[in-house]
């Protein structure tokens, strides 16, 4: 397990260091987080997932850029969660951190059967990764459908073979990647023509 540290800044924030890195701007933490709420523009849904919590000021920062959006966290790293809500004490009732630790942990959650069934917005911030930036990038390609082992879970309704998938390169996939296997799959033809608009469209 990684060392975790925490250290005032010129603001008295409090940030957080992994083996001596830190997960959010030394000098400007908050303007770090706005700058990265703002890119986002307006938010396509009322629930959004961020992968990492790392200093916490970006998940601050989407908070008060959008009131009304309710915040999950997925973070790895429990020492942080803490120092987050002792310093963000506002955001008790709003944020919800979710700790997990490895693929199986995410697939086993609700969190997980909630962005299937209602395509939560997942979001990532790799700023605040340090040394997890490997296993964040494990979860945000499961939580947005891109990697072989959750396109399982995605699309485990519609009967695709599912050993094709298996054979497809170990990268996040696109629509266009997985299109061969689901014309070789016994789904409907109506079903089989939704996935090739969506292919044109990615296109």
Known sequence: MSM????????????AFEEGQPLASLHDPRGEGLKW?????????????VVGLGAGFHIAALADVD?????TVVESRESLIPVFRSQFPELEDRVEIRVVQDAQDLFKSELFQEILNHRSFVLSFHECWGQQADFFAELFSHMTGRSVDSLKYHFQEFG????????????????????????????AENQKQIF?????LVK
């Open 37 to 49: 709420a703002y890119s986002l523009g307006v938010l396509p849904a009322e629930h959004v997932v």
């Open 160 to 187: 695709i073979n599912m050993k094709a998938l298996y054979n497809l390169p170990r990268h996040n996939l696109s629509i266009n990647d997985i299109a061969p296997v689901v014309e070789a799959s016994v789904m």
């Open 67 to 71: 009131p009304d959006v309710r915040i």
């Open 196 to 200: 090739r608009v969506l292919g044109e």
């Open 4 to 15: 975790i540290t925490f250290s005032e800044n010129h603001e008295s924030s409090l940030i």
